[in-house]
């Protein structure tokens, strides 16, 4: 077993650019259902989105919900009738399966990696939906396991469902792990709560309103930098 840190990572925005991904999605989803994809649409989409995927961190929704509920709501927005908001939110996920770009640099980052330390995803996507998306991205088998929310009954940032995952590692040590993850509201609210060493990866800048994060990182160099520090310190492993 590999001696170094244990890494649960996060998926979108942490390792796929999920923007991208999304707006492939939704524009598809669009011209499907007969409706011109424009700017105003998408961006409204993305926010809607957001707010949907807030409402499924508070255990507020169920994943079937969202699926309809964002058509729901953005049909409603722009006074599109007669359209089928769940047929709508089907077309959309089999888009977003199909539509993974990754992070310039992310599969070298994850091999570099992979010498030492032993990765994991911790994802709060549906399964079939983020398998399909890391398979395609080709980075699926660099991890020796993927953690959904969905079948773990639990999503980031709730402490049930981290204990699921460290359950369900192997040698499992709290002091050797750290996340990265670009979500203040799942990932590092997530892992302060489960005591877990935070990595907010912030490319876009932002700041940490909601989440203090341990430490910060804005791209891979910089966290491949991080690691190694974090490495040496918490596992006495030097690479
Ligand atoms: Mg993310």
Known sequence: MKKGLII??????TLLDFAKSERKAITHTLLTFG????????AAYSEINLACWKLIEDNMITRKQLDRMRF???????????KDSVAAGACYRKALSGACYVIRGCAAMLDRLNETDRLFIVTN???ATQLKRLEKAKIADKFERIFYSETAGYS???PQFFKYVEDRIDAFDISRTVLVGDSLTSDIAGANC???TSIWFNRKG???DVATPDHEVKNYRELLALLSQLREQMTGVRA
Do not use: C, H, M, S
């Open 72 to 82: 729901d709501i953005l049909f409603k927005r722009f006074g599109i009738r007669g």
């Open 8 to 13: 649960l990572f996060d998926v979108d925005d």
């Open 156 to 158: 980031k940032p709730y």
């Open 194 to 196: 489960a005591g877990i």
């Open 125 to 127: 996507g549906a399964e």
């Open 206 to 208: 932002q700041t940490a």
């Open 35 to 42: 409706i011109e994809p424009t700017e105003e649409l998408i």
